[in-house]
T-cell receptor, first 111, second 117 residues
């Protein structure tokens, strides 16, 4: 069974500082997704990482994938309040778009 | 980007009744749609994969007779929760995949919050 673990599950960030959140998964997969969810809302796609060493950046967020370590990181640069949300990573089960999600990283950015 | 809608966005029903939730891809054809449920402050759990014109594939532990899925067209999939009970109260989210390639992005609907009294 594919397991996806995210940590920390909760992170309080200070505005202006840099942070990294982590996503580990248990079996081989070369396709990893990051999503953002605001309270009571659905998921917004942030990044799709398709190969070992993939790095993608959008604004203050940068995601990377190390398939050998089965690890993805989401780096937040100079955190701002608008980035407060829960961030989910998901791994493709057997390459057929069935996704296994982690429990999410709940991020709160405080002034 | 691609848009996926769900209807209704919120539904409250009595125990024992059935509830139908619709998932539509508005500006693309979706050969495959997925249904997830999310309990408060929990992750999304994949319930089933819905393919147009064929039977849905259910994940282990999901009762196919309780959660009926119909993918009638390339833009519409429906999830019917039959004989709903309070423990079925949850946030149900669908997603739709454009194209048939393995790396296609899934686009998520806004979700339907079901409350069973």
């Amino acid at each position: 069974e594919l397991k996806v673990e995210q940590n920390p599950l909760f992170l309080s960030m200070q505005e202006g500082k840099n942070y990294t959140i982590y996503c580990n998964y248990s079996t081989t997969s070369d396709r990893l997704y990051w999503y953002r969810q605001d309270p009571g809302k659905s998921l917004e796609s942030l990044f799709v990482l398709l190969s070992n060493g993939a790095v993608k950046q959008e604004g203050r967020l940068m995601a990377s994938l190390d398939t050998k370590a089965r690890l993805s990181t989401l780096h937040i640069t100079a955190a701002v309040h608008d980035l407060s949300a829960t961030y989910f990573c998901a791994v493709d089960i057997r390459g057929n778009n069935r996704l296994a999600f982690g429990k999410g990283n709940q991020v709160v950015v405080i002034p | 980007g691609a848009v996926v809608s769900q209807h209704p966005s919120r539904v409250i029903c009595k125990s024992g009744t059935s509830v139908k939730i619709e998932c539509r891809s508005l500006d693309f054809q979706a050969t495959t749609m997925f249904w997830y449920r999310q309990f408060p402050k929990q992750s999304l759990m994949l319930m089933a994969t819905s393919n147009e014109g064929s039977k849905a594939t259910y994940e282990q532990g999901v009762e196919k007779d309780k959660f009926l899925i119909n993918h009638a067209s390339l833009t519409l999939s429906t999830l019917t929760v039959t004989s709903a009970h309070p423990e079925d109260s949850s946030f149900y989210i669908c997603s739709a995949r454009a194209g048939t390639g393995g790396a296609d992005t899934q686009y998520f609907g806004p979700g339907t919050r079901l409350t069973v009294l």
